[in-house]
């Protein structure tokens, strides 16, 4: 125990140190007092004249008092949080009784180190953190990212992901985080590709035109494969921001089909038709072919186009696309088919894209789909079966590389 006098003769004395032990000495004092209210007002007196001291270890010495107590003076720790970095920080990071609004005076200061802090606060509210993201800090931003009580909205998310996407350490961090909006999911991931693509390593291994079809391709099943499960608003708001970058293309409409994507593909029918997704998710499920073909004229499609929509539907219907290779393969075939059946080999130019992207999807399933088949059937056969002999050619290939 200490008496008052006492304590007064420490509270006046040269000595910092001193001063500093006095001030912990009241704020203890002040933060377990349950007596009179007369000696509470004294005490509440006394935290506040430490405020004044002219040493900076005094006034650190009140805050490491006060720092982390539920009944803390408010007014006190605003002083604190305004005082030297050293101390201001501190209490901006750990104090309770800061409000919202306090901290966002406090971060009017411009001081980093003390914003640094605010960070790192265990909770901060929607306000204060669209505040802390109009800084546009590389530091700030990543601690908000990586913070995992920080509650921040898809709209923030999205801003960070569009600011950020060319800083590979700040795609990571956003890309771990399982509540990024699906549309800032693909910007950021279709940047990983265009980063790939141009590593000299990677261009040294692949060739040009099969590496750009490999991450085009790769792209695509991101894209569709974003929109699974039941409708939401924020499928339809990342596939109309599909479409208004001029993503949505019949290609990529194409690959949703084919690779059973068919939540992906009703919500971009419903964006080009301003028709409701549940509208035409039941048309793409039950609807005529002429229904079907009304559809897709309403969309935009050129009459060749909506025919090839019309069968890829119909073929959808009755294979499960997403899970079988073979079906894939076997219903691009046909389609290749039935576009050079239609048209004599002669390809419109209209359709010349897609028949493209067909024939490039109908050697690349074929490839999947015969992956393992050989080593399966060896497995299965009688191992006393052998293959014909071959003749095989006695003169050079005529290939440089043979």
């Known amino acids: 125990m200490l008496g008052f006098q006492e304590y007064h003769d420490l509270s006046q004395s040269a000595h910092a140190e001193e001063r500093g032990r006095a001030a912990r000495i009241a704020a203890r004092a002040f933060l377990e007092h349950d007596g009179p209210a007369d000696e509470q007002a004294a005490l509440y007196a006394a935290v506040l004249s430490f405020l004044d001291d002219s040493s900076v270890k005094v006034r650190a010495a009140l805050a490491f008092e006060l720092l982390r107590a539920e009944n803390a003076p408010r007014p006190v720790m605003f002083a604190l949080a305004q005082d030297e970095p050293i101390i201001a920080a501190a209490v901006a990071q750990f104090s309770p009784v800061l409000l919202e609004s306090d901290l966002m005076s406090i971060m009017g200061a411009g001081e980093q180190s003390v914003i640094r802090a605010i960070v790192s606060r265990p909770t901060l509210g929607a306000v204060l953190i669209k505040q802390l993201i109009e800084l546009c800090n590389r530091e700030i931003d990543l601690a908000l990212i990586c913070g995992e009580c920080h509650d921040l909205d898809g709209d923030s998310l999205i801003v960070l992901a569009d600011r950020w996407c060319d800083d590979a350490r700040m795609r990571g961090a956003l890309l771990d985080r399982e509540d990024l909006p699906v549309a800032a999911r693909f910007l950021l991931v279709e940047r990983v590709a265009d980063d790939l693509s141009a590593m000299r390593i990677v261009k040294g291994s692949i060739h040009k035109k099969r590496l750009n079809r490999l991450m085009r391709d ?5 894209a569709t494969g974003l929109v699974s499960g039941t409708p939401t608003g924020e499928h ?19 690959h949703s089909l084919v690779n059973g994507r068919t939540l992906f593909f ?33 969309c935009g499609f050129e ?28 219903v691009v075939s046909q389609m290749i088919s039935a576009l050079i059946d239609e048209f004599d080999g002669q390809i419109p130019e209209g359709l010349e894209t897609v028949f493209a992207y067909l024939n490039e999807q109908n050697v690349a399933l074929a490839r999947e789909a015969a992956r393992g088949v050989m080593a399966s059937f060896v497995a299965e056969s009688d ?20």
């Open 383 to 402: 191992e006393n079966k052998m293959l014909p002999d071959a003749q095989l050619r006695d003169s050079q290939l005529a290939l440089t590389a043979a």
């Open 266 to 298: 009703a919500t971009a029918i419903s964006v080009l038709t301003e028709l409701a997704v549940e509208k035409t998710s039941a048309l793409l499920q039950s609807g005529t072919r002429r229904a079907m073909h009304a559809l897709f004229v309403r």
């Open 218 to 222: 790769s792209v695509d099943k991101l």
């Open 303 to 330: 009459q060749g186009l909506s025919n090839l929509m019309v069968r890829l539907v119909l073929a959808a219907r009755e294979h499960h696309l997403e899970e079988d290779v073979a079906a894939r393969h076997f």
């Open 236 to 254: 339809l708001d990342y596939v109309e921001a599909l479409f208004a970058s001029n993503r949505l293309t019949p290609r990529l409409l194409i």
